[in-house]
């Protein structure tokens, strides 16, 4: 089965510094990975997501991630922070069985909650 | 269009009291999903379906109970309220496109709080 393991329940960062969040998966087959965002009493929105056609993945509000396989790490950065990048954030994992069937089921990490100083 | 919607938003129940969580989506999606949010422990699958009359469990079903009569609505019922029971759920519905899927759409969550 696979499982999803996000380094750091809560990062800091001061505005403008860089943002690194850190996702590692463990599956038996070719994974696809999705980098979800949730801001305070709302629902998940996705930010960027692997199936595969290439390694690096940019996403919105300038989020982008890096599939690894060597590593099994899926980590999430940004360049430069900003005041609205503040809320929590969730790596998750969609497996397809052998015949590449997968009923997008998630499995998600524990999420990181993110805090940006001014 | 609306999207996700769930309701209700928020409700207290009482240990042992029943209640059943709304779920419709108006963007023709096939799979839709319930799943449980706890502080700390990310989001866990409840139950998930396919389409319409075809239900399944997910990672944390016990307690719960699902049906998808049409493939707008899945409606998560609780039969017997317990506290372990007090969390935020959330449904979501996907359309799928061949293996590569599309993102999962979200609902806004519904708080629940079983005293």
């Known amino acids: 089965a696979q499982s999803v393991t996000q380094l750091g329940s809560h990062v800091s960062v001061s505005e403008g510094a860089l943002v690194l969040l850190r996702c590692n998966y463990s599956?038996?087959?070719?994974?696809?990975l999705f980098w979800y965002v949730q801001y305070p009493n709302q629902g998940l929105q996705l930010l960027l997501k692997?199936?595969?056609?290439?390694?690096l993945v940019k996403g919105i509000n300038g989020f982008e991630a890096e599939f690894k396989k060597s590593e099994t790490s899926f980590h999430l950065t940004k360049p430069s922070a900003h005041m609205s990048d503040a809320a929590e954030y969730f790596c998750?994992?969609?497996?397809?069985?052998?015949?590449?069937?997968?009923?997008?089921?998630?499995?998600f990490g524990q999420g990181t909650i993110l805090t940006v100083h001014p | 269009n609306a999207g996700v919607t769930q309701t209700p938003k928020f409700r207290i129940l009482k240990i042992g009291q029943s209640m059943t969580l709304q779920c419709t989506q108006d963007m023709n999606h096939n799979y839709m999903y319930w799943y449980r949010q706890d502080p700390g422990m990310g989001l866990k699958l409840i139950y998930y379906s396919v389409g319409a009359g075809i239900t399944d469990k997910g990672e944390v079903p016990n307690g719960y109970n699902v049906s998808r009569s049409t493939t707008e609505d899945f409606p998560l019922r609780l039969e017997l309220a317990a506290p372990s029971q007090t969390s935020v759920y959330f449904c979501a519905s996907i359309l799928p496109v061949g293996t590569a899927y599309t993102e999962a759409f979200f609902g806004q969550g519904t708080r629940l709080t079983v005293v």
């Open positions: 692997y199936t595969s056609a290439a390694t």
């Open positions: 599956s038996s087959v070719p994974p696809y």
């Open positions: 998750a994992v969609s497996e397809a069985d052998a015949g590449g069937t997968s009923y997008g089921k998630l499995t």
